[in-house]
Antibody, heavy 119, light 110 residues
Framework: QVQLVESGGGVVQPGRSLRLSCAASGFTFSSHGIHWVRQAPGKGLEWVAV????????CYADSVKGRFTISRDNSKNTVFLQMNSLSVEDTGVYYC????????????WGQGTLVTVSS | QSVLTQPPSVSAAPGQKVTISCSGS????????VSWYQQLPGTAPRLLIYDNNQRPSGIPDRFSGSKSGTSATLGITGLQTGDEADYYC???????????FGTGTKVTAL
């Protein structure tokens, strides 16, 4: 079955960096785009970034553009989110999700990893 | 700040029907398919509706979706206490080249 497992979360000081990973299994990884979506404590879902199935294109939310970089290694069935210049506003649970169609929807989600930015 | 607007909360007695609206614009809902996500307390979101009105396997037909112009609607009939959750609409915004979620709606079975 489709499985997405996030890792790499933790506590980090403002201004520092963190790299999240999303390990996929149970499907043909190189055929699907992957999203990162985050949720601040007690808040709604906020889309962060997406990478195309072949890594040829990436799109970012304005709130992270220039600070975050999404990438993938199709040989390892893994997507990464490099987060630099972190601020307290980046605190939250980060989910990765599989793009299931050219019609744009996230069909499968991971369980999330918590990122806490605090001094 | 989300570009898709939803009511903060809706409620109804068990067994009744609720509807959740999602209002957008021509660059998002007006020209792209809408999906809906359910997030039960303390869990990851899950896909509820895709392509405006399609249900993934395993989603009961009590859940339905529709779209008209720049707005979309999620309907839940026969409301159950197990349906108490946050619900989000989502779609691609072609003008901004970003995916957008709605502001979220909390459903309560009174």
């Amino acid at each position: 079955q489709v499985q997405l497992v996030e890792s790499g979360g933790g506590v980090v000081q403002p201004g520092r960096s963190l790299r999240l990973s999303c390990a996929a299994s149970g499907f043909t990884f190189s055929s699907h785009g992957i999203h990162w979506v985050r949720q601040a404590p007690g808040k709604g879902l906020e889309w962060v970034a997406v990478i195309w199935y072949d890594g040829s294109k990436q799109c970012y939310a304005d709130s992270v553009k220039g600070r975050f970089t999404i990438s993938r290694d199709n040989s390892k069935n893994t997507v990464f989110l490099q987060m630099n210049s972190l601020s307290v506003e980046d605190t939250g649970v980060y989910y990765c999700g599989r793009e299931d169609s050219v019609n744009w929807y996230v069909g499968h989600w991971g369980q999330g990893t918590l990122v806490t930015v605090s001094s | 700040q989300s570009v898709l607007t939803q009511p903060p909360s809706v409620s109804a007695a068990p067994g009744q029907k609720v509807t959740i609206s999602c209002s957008g614009s021509s660059s998002n809902i007006g020209n792209n398919y809408v999906s809906w996500y359910q997030q039960l307390p303390g869990t990851a979101p899950r896909l509820l509706i895709y392509d405006n009105n399609q249900r993934p396997s395993g989603i009961p037909d009590r859940f339905s979706g529709s779209k008209s112009g720049t707005s979309a609607t999620l309907g839940i009939t026969g409301l159950q206490t197990g349906d108490e959750a946050d619900y989000y609409c989502g779609t691609w915004d072609s003008g901004l080249s970003v995916y957008v979620f709605g502001t979220g709606t909390k459903v309560t079975a009174l």
